[in-house]
């Protein structure tokens, strides 16, 4: 059973579009952590939210975590082709005592077209 | 080390063959992780250690996966029999108690031929 479901999977757009990706889940996560991997190379953290209704921004991207901290959107303003990229959520639950695990959904994988 | 280490970077075998994947986390993470990616695809979860403990291998993909943490730090991912099918990059990431964050190694690429 996937925790995440993140839509869309593939996206192709041109530059200067507009984007939404989405993060979704019936869980509640105590936080929840964005990535961004480019070819070639591991995933690497963006940002985490951590109150439900946050919103984060990042020059032209921005992260919201829901109210009910069960999902999340990742928001582009004019898409530059260095966007591209395979964007991932990653939902932070405790798993028992002071451990806390990290649950990844398969990830977005965005082309931007110059 | 300062980042998560992963060994080797490339690896071909051949079909048939056992082959055994490491990753160094970085030192005092307890929880460790072990996905696979093939090419132009999203993460797929194999296994996560909190210590040595397994509490979720749900994402092995057969009996022929395998793996193993040893004194709270160097995790190896072992393939038996190995197939053509096993061919991606498998990733290795680790966080510390809190959580806060995932560190990726580079990844192992595995061909298998």
């Known amino acids: 059973t996937q925790l995440l479901e993140q839509s869309p999977q593939f996206l192709s757009i041109q530059e200067g579009e507009n984007l939404t990706v989405y993060c979704n889940s019936s869980s509640v996560f105590s936080s929840l952590q964005w990535y961004r991997q480019e070819p070639g190379e591991g995933p690497v953290l963006l940002v985490t939210v951590v109150t439900g209704g946050e919103v984060k921004k990042l020059k032209r991207l921005t992260f919201q975590f829901g109210d009910a901290r069960k999902d999340s959107s990742l928001h582009i303003t004019a898409a530059q082709p260095g966007d591209t990229g395979l964007y991932l959520c990653?939902?932070?639950?405790?798993?028992?005592?002071?451990?806390?695990?990290?649950?990844f959904g398969k990830g977005t994988l965005l082309t931007v077209n110059p | 080390g300062a980042g998560v280490s992963q060994s080797p970077s490339n690896k071909v075998t051949e079909k048939g063959k056992d082959v055994e994947l490491r990753c160094d986390p970085i030192?005092?993470?307890?929880?460790l992780y072990w996905y696979r990616q093939s090419l132009g695809q999203g993460l797929e979860f194999l296994i996560y250690?909190?210590?040595?403990?397994?509490?979720?291998k749900s994402g092995l993909p057969s009996d022929r996966f395998s793996a193993e943490r040893t004194g709270g730090s160097v995790s190896t991912l072992t393939i038996q029999r190995t197939q053509q099918e096993d061919s991606a990059v498998y990733l290795c990431?680790?966080?510390?108690?809190?959580?806060?964050?995932?560190?990726f190694g580079q990844g192992t690429r595995l061909t298998v031929v």
């Open positions: 990431a680790s966080s510390g108690p809190r959580g806060k964050q995932a560190f």
């Open positions: 250690f909190q210590g040595n403990s397994a509490p979720d």
């Open positions: 030192s005092g993470h307890t929880a």
């Open positions: 990653a939902g932070g639950m405790n798993s028992g005592g002071s451990n806390y695990k990290l649950t």
